[in-house]
Protein backbone atom coordinates (compact mmCIF):
# COMPACT_ATOMS: atom_id res chain seq x y z
CA UNK A 1 0.00 0.00 0.00
CA UNK A 2 0.71 3.66 -0.24
CA UNK A 3 2.90 4.84 2.32
CA UNK A 4 0.59 6.77 4.80
CA UNK A 5 2.31 10.26 4.32
CA UNK A 6 1.90 10.25 0.48
CA UNK A 7 5.42 10.68 -0.30
CA UNK A 8 7.79 8.30 -1.20
CA UNK A 9 11.05 7.51 1.48
CA UNK A 10 13.00 9.97 -0.58
CA UNK A 11 11.14 12.75 -0.22
CA UNK A 12 9.55 12.28 -4.23
CA UNK A 13 5.67 13.01 -5.16
CA UNK A 14 5.40 10.21 -6.05
CA UNK A 15 3.60 6.82 -3.27
CA UNK A 16 4.96 3.39 -3.49
CA UNK A 17 2.21 0.56 -3.82
CA UNK A 18 3.30 -2.77 -4.60
CA UNK A 19 -0.34 -3.72 -6.25
CA UNK A 20 -2.14 -0.83 -7.43
CA UNK A 21 -5.06 -3.55 -8.05
CA UNK A 22 -5.36 -3.12 -4.13
CA UNK A 23 -5.94 0.28 -4.09
CA UNK A 24 -8.17 0.74 -7.37
CA UNK A 25 -10.55 -1.75 -9.06
CA UNK A 26 -9.37 -1.51 -12.92
CA UNK A 27 -12.43 -1.71 -15.22
CA UNK A 28 -11.90 -1.10 -18.63
CA UNK A 29 -9.41 -0.14 -21.19
CA UNK A 30 -9.95 3.42 -22.28
CA UNK A 31 -7.09 3.97 -24.35
CA UNK A 32 -3.57 1.93 -25.63
CA UNK A 33 -0.55 3.10 -26.61
CA UNK A 34 2.82 2.00 -27.75
CA UNK A 35 4.17 2.49 -24.66
CA UNK A 36 1.03 3.55 -22.14
CA UNK A 37 -1.98 2.18 -21.25
CA UNK A 38 -5.02 4.45 -20.00
CA UNK A 39 -7.32 2.42 -17.82
CA UNK A 40 -10.85 3.25 -16.15
CA UNK A 41 -10.83 2.47 -12.36
CA UNK A 42 -12.57 2.92 -9.18
CA UNK A 43 -11.17 3.82 -6.05
CA UNK A 44 -12.01 1.49 -3.42
CA UNK A 45 -11.84 3.41 -0.53
CA UNK A 46 -14.29 6.06 -1.83
CA UNK A 47 -15.91 4.18 -4.74
CA UNK A 48 -14.54 7.19 -6.77
CA UNK A 49 -14.52 6.80 -10.96
CA UNK A 50 -10.92 7.60 -12.22
CA UNK A 51 -8.69 7.59 -15.58
CA UNK A 52 -5.27 5.41 -14.58
CA UNK A 53 -2.30 5.94 -17.27
CA UNK A 54 -0.14 2.95 -16.38
CA UNK A 55 3.16 3.57 -18.02
CA UNK A 56 5.56 0.34 -17.81
CA UNK A 57 9.23 2.10 -16.30
CA UNK A 58 11.26 0.06 -18.97
CA UNK A 59 9.50 2.04 -21.27
CA UNK A 60 10.32 5.40 -19.91
CA UNK A 61 13.95 4.87 -20.33
CA UNK A 62 15.34 7.52 -22.37
CA UNK A 63 12.12 9.63 -21.73
CA UNK A 64 12.64 10.30 -17.99
CA UNK A 65 12.37 14.22 -19.01
CA UNK A 66 9.67 13.96 -21.31
CA UNK A 67 7.39 12.44 -18.17
CA UNK A 68 9.04 14.27 -15.60
CA UNK A 69 8.01 17.71 -17.27
CA UNK A 70 4.18 16.95 -18.15
CA UNK A 71 3.99 15.58 -14.23
CA UNK A 72 5.47 19.02 -13.04
CA UNK A 73 3.32 20.74 -14.59
CA UNK A 74 0.40 19.07 -14.13
CA UNK A 75 0.73 19.09 -10.75
CA UNK A 76 1.21 22.82 -10.40
CA UNK A 77 -2.88 23.39 -12.36
CA UNK A 78 -5.87 23.25 -10.67
CA UNK A 79 -8.36 24.73 -13.10
CA UNK A 80 -12.39 23.43 -13.87
CA UNK A 81 -11.22 23.28 -17.66
CA UNK A 82 -8.26 21.54 -17.75
CA UNK A 83 -7.94 17.89 -16.68
CA UNK A 84 -6.13 17.08 -13.57
CA UNK A 85 -3.71 15.30 -11.86
CA UNK A 86 -4.83 13.99 -8.87
CA UNK A 87 -2.76 11.50 -7.54
CA UNK A 88 0.66 9.17 -8.71
CA UNK A 89 1.68 5.84 -7.90
CA UNK A 90 5.03 3.47 -8.64
CA UNK A 91 5.78 0.29 -7.95
CA UNK A 92 9.02 -1.82 -9.01
CA UNK A 93 7.87 -1.79 -12.68
CA UNK A 94 5.51 0.70 -13.80
CA UNK A 95 4.30 4.17 -12.36
CA UNK A 96 0.39 5.30 -12.72
CA UNK A 97 -0.51 8.69 -13.49
CA UNK A 98 -4.16 9.19 -11.38
CA UNK A 99 -6.11 11.28 -13.35
CA UNK A 100 -9.75 12.91 -13.52
CA UNK A 101 -12.18 10.95 -15.37
CA UNK A 102 -13.50 12.49 -18.28
CA UNK A 103 -16.35 10.80 -20.67
CA UNK A 104 -17.81 12.82 -22.88
CA UNK A 105 -16.11 12.42 -26.05
CA UNK A 106 -14.11 14.71 -28.32
CA UNK A 107 -15.10 18.15 -29.57
CA UNK A 108 -15.60 17.39 -33.36
CA UNK A 109 -17.89 14.40 -32.58
CA UNK A 110 -20.20 16.03 -30.33
CA UNK A 111 -20.42 18.71 -33.00
CA UNK A 112 -21.28 16.45 -35.74
CA UNK A 113 -23.65 14.46 -33.08
CA UNK A 114 -25.95 17.82 -32.80
CA UNK A 115 -28.67 18.91 -34.74
CA UNK A 116 -28.47 22.68 -33.88
CA UNK A 117 -25.26 24.62 -33.86
CA UNK A 118 -24.34 28.24 -34.24
CA UNK A 119 -21.74 30.91 -33.73
CA UNK A 120 -22.91 31.40 -30.22
CA UNK A 121 -21.72 27.80 -29.30
CA UNK A 122 -18.15 27.99 -30.87
CA UNK A 123 -18.07 31.05 -28.83
CA UNK A 124 -19.15 29.84 -25.68
CA UNK A 125 -16.25 26.77 -26.83
CA UNK A 126 -13.52 29.18 -27.61
CA UNK A 127 -14.29 31.37 -24.28
CA UNK A 128 -13.74 28.04 -21.96
CA UNK A 129 -10.16 26.90 -23.91
CA UNK A 130 -9.56 30.73 -23.85
CA UNK A 131 -9.92 31.24 -19.91
CA UNK A 132 -8.12 28.20 -18.98
CA UNK A 133 -5.25 28.53 -21.19
CA UNK A 134 -4.89 32.25 -19.60
CA UNK A 135 -4.58 30.61 -16.68
CA UNK A 136 -2.21 28.45 -17.67
CA UNK A 137 -0.29 31.31 -19.22
CA UNK A 138 -0.22 33.47 -16.28
CA UNK A 139 1.56 30.48 -14.31
CA UNK A 140 4.28 30.95 -16.90
CA UNK A 141 3.03 27.25 -18.61
CA UNK A 142 2.78 26.93 -22.05
CA UNK A 143 0.79 23.92 -23.74
CA UNK A 144 2.57 24.05 -26.95
CA UNK A 145 -0.15 21.08 -29.03
CA UNK A 146 -3.87 22.53 -28.36
CA UNK A 147 -6.00 20.73 -31.08
CA UNK A 148 -9.37 19.27 -30.91
CA UNK A 149 -8.33 16.07 -30.24
CA UNK A 150 -6.82 17.34 -26.57
CA UNK A 151 -10.33 19.39 -25.76
CA UNK A 152 -12.64 17.18 -24.34
CA UNK A 153 -16.07 17.17 -23.19
CA UNK A 154 -16.26 16.54 -19.36
CA UNK A 155 -19.80 14.55 -19.33
CA UNK A 156 -22.34 13.38 -21.76
CA UNK A 157 -24.58 16.23 -21.04
CA UNK A 158 -25.28 18.73 -23.11
CA UNK A 159 -24.25 21.56 -21.19
CA UNK A 160 -21.45 19.83 -20.31
CA UNK A 161 -17.69 21.87 -19.80
CA UNK A 162 -14.84 21.56 -22.50
CA UNK A 163 -11.58 20.64 -21.13
CA UNK A 164 -8.07 20.51 -22.15
CA UNK A 165 -5.99 17.37 -21.77
CA UNK A 166 -2.53 16.25 -23.08
CA UNK A 167 0.15 18.19 -21.30
CA UNK A 168 2.98 15.63 -23.29
CA UNK A 169 4.54 18.53 -24.98
CA UNK A 170 4.14 21.54 -22.42
CA UNK A 171 6.65 24.11 -20.78
CA UNK A 172 7.54 26.07 -17.80
CA UNK A 173 8.75 29.77 -19.03
CA UNK A 174 11.00 31.16 -16.83
CA UNK A 175 13.21 27.60 -16.26
CA UNK A 176 16.30 29.58 -18.05
CA UNK A 177 16.18 27.99 -21.10
CA UNK A 178 14.93 29.54 -24.31
CA UNK A 179 11.83 27.60 -26.21
CA UNK A 180 13.11 27.03 -29.75
CA UNK A 181 12.32 23.20 -30.41
CA UNK A 182 9.80 22.46 -33.40
CA UNK A 183 6.81 20.33 -32.00
CA UNK A 184 3.67 20.86 -31.77
CA UNK A 185 0.89 19.57 -33.92
CA UNK A 186 1.23 20.38 -38.05
CA UNK A 187 -1.83 22.01 -39.07
CA UNK A 188 -2.38 23.83 -35.37
CA UNK A 189 1.70 25.33 -34.99
CA UNK A 190 2.75 28.79 -35.15
CA UNK A 191 4.48 30.34 -38.30
CA UNK A 192 7.53 31.18 -35.39
CA UNK A 193 7.62 27.57 -34.44
CA UNK A 194 8.17 25.86 -37.96
CA UNK A 195 10.49 28.84 -38.83
CA UNK A 196 12.85 27.29 -35.59
CA UNK A 197 12.55 30.81 -34.34
CA UNK A 198 12.38 31.26 -30.37
CA UNK A 199 8.90 31.20 -29.46
CA UNK A 200 6.40 32.06 -26.42
CA UNK A 201 3.25 31.37 -25.30
CA UNK A 202 1.85 33.51 -28.02
CA UNK A 203 1.76 29.86 -29.52
CA UNK A 204 -1.12 28.60 -27.86
CA UNK A 205 -3.30 31.47 -28.86
CA UNK A 206 -2.44 30.81 -32.02
CA UNK A 207 -3.53 27.42 -32.09
CA UNK A 208 -6.43 28.31 -31.11
CA UNK A 209 -7.55 30.74 -33.75
CA UNK A 210 -6.94 27.64 -36.02
CA UNK A 211 -9.75 25.75 -33.58
CA UNK A 212 -12.26 28.62 -33.92
CA UNK A 213 -11.90 28.67 -37.30
CA UNK A 214 -12.47 24.89 -38.14
CA UNK A 215 -15.60 25.59 -35.11
CA UNK A 216 -17.35 27.49 -37.73
CA UNK A 217 -16.45 26.19 -41.28
CA UNK A 218 -15.62 22.20 -40.52
CA UNK A 219 -12.37 22.58 -42.20
CA UNK A 220 -8.87 23.28 -41.65
CA UNK A 221 -7.32 26.59 -42.37
CA UNK A 222 -4.22 25.11 -44.11
CA UNK A 223 -3.68 22.20 -46.18
CA UNK A 224 -1.98 20.47 -49.09
CA UNK A 225 -1.75 17.32 -50.00
CA UNK A 226 2.50 17.88 -50.42
CA UNK A 227 3.96 18.43 -46.60
CA UNK A 228 6.44 21.12 -47.71
CA UNK A 229 3.40 23.32 -49.19
CA UNK A 230 1.41 23.06 -46.01
CA UNK A 231 4.24 24.59 -44.32
CA UNK A 232 5.00 27.47 -46.53
CA UNK A 233 0.86 28.32 -46.15
CA UNK A 234 1.50 28.33 -42.58
CA UNK A 235 4.76 30.13 -42.30
CA UNK A 236 3.15 33.35 -44.70
CA UNK A 237 -0.30 33.05 -42.73
CA UNK A 238 -2.03 32.39 -45.97
CA UNK A 239 -5.01 31.47 -45.06
CA UNK A 240 -8.67 32.65 -46.56
CA UNK A 241 -12.37 33.05 -45.37
CA UNK A 242 -13.82 30.91 -48.22
CA UNK A 243 -17.03 31.04 -49.87
CA UNK A 244 -19.47 29.98 -49.54
CA UNK A 245 -18.60 28.00 -46.42
CA UNK A 246 -18.07 31.52 -44.68
CA UNK A 247 -20.72 33.71 -45.99
CA UNK A 248 -22.92 33.04 -42.90
CA UNK A 249 -20.34 33.77 -40.69
CA UNK A 250 -20.03 37.23 -39.05
CA UNK A 251 -17.53 39.76 -39.39
CA UNK A 252 -16.72 39.73 -35.79
CA UNK A 253 -16.12 35.91 -35.69
CA UNK A 254 -13.56 37.12 -38.94
CA UNK A 255 -11.81 39.48 -37.15
CA UNK A 256 -11.57 37.49 -33.69
CA UNK A 257 -9.61 34.49 -35.66
CA UNK A 258 -7.86 37.50 -37.57
CA UNK A 259 -6.17 38.75 -34.32
CA UNK A 260 -5.39 35.74 -33.15
CA UNK A 261 -3.80 34.36 -36.23
CA UNK A 262 -1.88 36.77 -37.03
CA UNK A 263 1.98 35.81 -38.31
CA UNK A 264 3.55 38.39 -36.58
CA UNK A 265 3.82 36.92 -32.32
CA UNK A 266 4.35 40.43 -31.04
CA UNK A 267 0.69 41.54 -33.25
CA UNK A 268 -0.99 38.57 -32.73
CA UNK A 269 -3.56 38.79 -29.39
CA UNK A 270 -3.03 37.40 -26.42
CA UNK A 271 -5.59 35.03 -24.31
CA UNK A 272 -6.86 37.93 -22.05
CA UNK A 273 -7.30 40.43 -25.29
CA UNK A 274 -8.84 37.34 -26.90
CA UNK A 275 -11.39 37.24 -23.89
CA UNK A 276 -11.98 40.73 -24.21
CA UNK A 277 -12.83 40.71 -27.88
CA UNK A 278 -16.61 41.62 -29.02
CA UNK A 279 -16.85 38.08 -30.19
CA UNK A 280 -16.39 36.20 -27.06
CA UNK A 281 -17.54 39.53 -24.50
CA UNK A 282 -19.82 41.53 -26.64
CA UNK A 283 -22.50 39.19 -27.87
CA UNK A 284 -21.67 39.49 -31.44
CA UNK A 285 -21.31 35.94 -32.35
CA UNK A 286 -24.40 34.77 -34.31
CA UNK A 287 -27.56 32.59 -33.31
CA UNK A 288 -28.13 31.20 -37.03
CA UNK A 289 -27.93 27.17 -36.93
CA UNK A 290 -24.63 26.55 -39.23
CA UNK A 291 -24.52 22.50 -37.97
CA UNK A 292 -25.25 21.23 -41.47
CA UNK A 293 -22.67 22.90 -43.25
CA UNK A 294 -20.12 22.76 -40.60
CA UNK A 295 -20.77 19.12 -39.34
CA UNK A 296 -20.65 17.58 -43.53
CA UNK A 297 -17.01 19.58 -44.02
CA UNK A 298 -16.20 17.94 -40.93
CA UNK A 299 -17.28 14.35 -41.40
CA UNK A 300 -15.22 15.23 -44.91
CA UNK A 301 -12.25 16.72 -43.19
CA UNK A 302 -11.50 14.54 -40.09
CA UNK A 303 -12.15 11.40 -40.84
CA UNK A 304 -9.73 8.71 -38.65
CA UNK A 305 -7.82 7.49 -41.89
CA UNK A 306 -5.41 5.39 -39.65
CA UNK A 307 -2.76 4.59 -42.41
CA UNK A 308 -2.38 8.10 -43.68
CA UNK A 309 -1.82 9.70 -40.33
CA UNK A 310 1.44 7.22 -40.03
CA UNK A 311 2.32 8.33 -43.19
CA UNK A 312 1.78 12.32 -42.59
CA UNK A 313 3.18 11.98 -39.23
CA UNK A 314 6.91 10.55 -40.86
CA UNK A 315 6.04 13.16 -43.71
CA UNK A 316 6.50 16.14 -41.38
CA UNK A 317 9.10 14.48 -39.69
CA UNK A 318 11.08 14.29 -42.85
CA UNK A 319 10.11 18.19 -43.27
CA UNK A 320 11.48 19.25 -40.16
CA UNK A 321 14.86 17.98 -40.91
CA UNK A 322 14.73 19.83 -44.26
CA UNK A 323 13.90 23.04 -41.87
CA UNK A 324 17.16 22.66 -40.42
CA UNK A 325 19.01 23.77 -43.67
CA UNK A 326 17.06 27.55 -43.28
CA UNK A 327 17.84 29.37 -46.64
CA UNK A 328 17.29 26.54 -48.86
CA UNK A 329 13.69 25.96 -47.61
CA UNK A 330 13.05 29.96 -47.38
CA UNK A 331 13.64 30.10 -51.22
CA UNK A 332 11.05 27.29 -51.94
CA UNK A 333 8.69 29.42 -50.40
CA UNK A 334 9.10 32.40 -52.86
CA UNK A 335 7.72 28.94 -55.32
CA UNK A 336 4.80 28.03 -53.10
CA UNK A 337 1.14 27.47 -54.83
CA UNK A 338 -1.80 28.44 -53.41
CA UNK A 339 -4.14 27.33 -51.14
CA UNK A 340 -6.33 24.06 -52.17
CA UNK A 341 -9.57 24.16 -52.56
CA UNK A 342 -11.76 23.76 -49.02
CA UNK A 343 -13.54 20.80 -50.22
CA UNK A 344 -11.17 18.91 -51.52
CA UNK A 345 -9.49 18.69 -48.04
CA UNK A 346 -8.62 15.86 -46.78
CA UNK A 347 -6.39 15.43 -43.53
CA UNK A 348 -5.86 12.76 -41.13
CA UNK A 349 -6.32 13.05 -37.49
CA UNK A 350 -3.52 14.96 -36.21
CA UNK A 351 -0.27 13.49 -34.55
CA UNK A 352 1.84 15.79 -32.11
CA UNK A 353 5.49 16.21 -32.76
CA UNK A 354 8.56 16.86 -30.98
CA UNK A 355 11.75 16.98 -33.30
CA UNK A 356 14.84 17.68 -31.25
CA UNK A 357 15.62 13.56 -30.56
CA UNK A 358 15.35 12.61 -34.07
CA UNK A 359 18.13 9.37 -33.93
CA UNK A 360 15.95 6.71 -35.29
CA UNK A 361 16.04 6.98 -39.56
CA UNK A 362 12.49 7.00 -41.26
CA UNK A 363 12.28 4.17 -42.54
CA UNK A 364 12.09 2.98 -38.35
CA UNK A 365 9.79 5.88 -37.63
CA UNK A 366 7.79 4.25 -40.53
CA UNK A 367 7.40 0.69 -38.97
CA UNK A 368 6.72 1.68 -35.45
CA UNK A 369 3.98 4.10 -36.05
CA UNK A 370 2.53 1.44 -38.83
CA UNK A 371 3.04 -1.14 -36.05
CA UNK A 372 1.17 0.72 -33.15
CA UNK A 373 -1.55 2.14 -35.55
CA UNK A 374 -2.41 -1.59 -36.68
CA UNK A 375 -2.75 -2.68 -33.37
CA UNK A 376 -5.43 0.08 -32.79
CA UNK A 377 -6.74 -0.82 -36.08
CA UNK A 378 -6.96 -4.56 -34.90
CA UNK A 379 -8.16 -4.23 -31.40
CA UNK A 380 -10.50 -0.87 -31.73
CA UNK A 381 -8.26 1.34 -28.83
CA UNK A 382 -7.58 4.55 -29.07
CA UNK A 383 -3.41 5.03 -29.81
CA UNK A 384 -3.06 8.43 -27.61
CA UNK A 385 0.83 8.04 -28.28
CA UNK A 386 2.67 10.83 -29.99
CA UNK A 387 5.20 10.87 -32.60
CA UNK A 388 7.90 11.41 -29.62
CA UNK A 389 6.70 8.63 -28.51
CA UNK A 390 8.10 6.59 -31.75
CA UNK A 391 11.43 8.47 -32.01
CA UNK A 392 12.39 8.08 -28.21
CA UNK A 393 11.61 4.17 -27.83
Known amino acids: MAKENGE ?17 DFKEVLGTGAFSEVVMAREKATGKMVAIKCIPKKALKGK ?38 VSGGELFDRIVEKGFYTEMDASRLIRQVLDAVNYL ?31 GLSKMEGTGDVMATACGTPGYVAPEVLAQKPYSKAVDCWSIGVIAYILLCGYPPFYDENDSKLFE ?71 KSKWRQAFNATAVIRHMR ?30 SVDCAPLSPTDREITRRACVCLFFEILTGCHNDVSVLDFLSA
Request: net charge negative.
Open 233 to 303: QILKADYEFDAPYWDDISDSAKDFISCLMEKDPEKRFTCDQALQHPWIAGGTALCKNIHESVSRQMRKNFA
Open 8 to 24: SSDGSWKKHVEDIKKIF
Open 322 to 351: RLQLGTSFGSSIHNANSVSNPQSRAPAKSQ
Open 64 to 101: ETSIENEIAVLRRIKHENIVALEDIYESSNHLYLIMQL
Open 137 to 167: HSMGIVHRDLKPENLLYFSPHDESKIMISDF
